[in-house]
Nanobody
Framework: QVQLVESGGGEVQAGGSLRLSCAAS????????KGWFRQAPGKEREFVAA????????YYADSVKGRFTISRDNAKNTVYLQMNRLNSEDTAVYYC????????????????WGQGTQVTVAS
């Protein structure tokens, strides 16, 4: 089992920035790809970003490309999501996820997920 704990959510004005963190209880090869999904009220959960185990493969949803940056520090078993130029459409609960590959994770077939952290962007 891998536990994922998100932090860093909150309320921010439109145009502002937030950095989310996701701490994993341990690192496993079988679930080494990490990523972020989000779910807004009344909407389905959607992919945001994914990063491979050593950070060489990165994917972003078109809606966040150029504004969000995913990164990881394997020494700390932590993944980050730097979110800049936030707008009201970014308001959602953000979930950290883990899977065997970035391709699997992007498809929504992740093995582990956290409890989520709320991000609210005030316009």
């Amino acid at each position: 089992q891998v536990q994922l704990v998100e932090s860093g959510g909150g309320e921010v004005q439109a145009g502002g920035s937030l950095r989310l963190s996701c701490a994993a209880s341990r690192r496993t090869i079988s679930s080494d790809a990490k990523g972020w999904f989000r779910q807004a009220p009344g909407k389905e959960r959607e992919f945001v970003a994914a990063i491979s185990g050593i950070g060489t493969i990165i994917y972003y949803a078109d809606s966040v490309k150029g504004r969000f940056t995913i990164s990881r520090d394997n020494a700390k078993n932590t993944v980050y999501l730097q979110m800049n130029r936030l707008n009201s459409e970014d308001t959602a609960v953000y979930y950290c996820t883990a899977a065997g590959s970035t391709a699997t994770l992007r498809s929504g077939r992740y093995d582990y997920w956290g409890q989520g952290t709320q991000v609210t962007v005030a316009s």
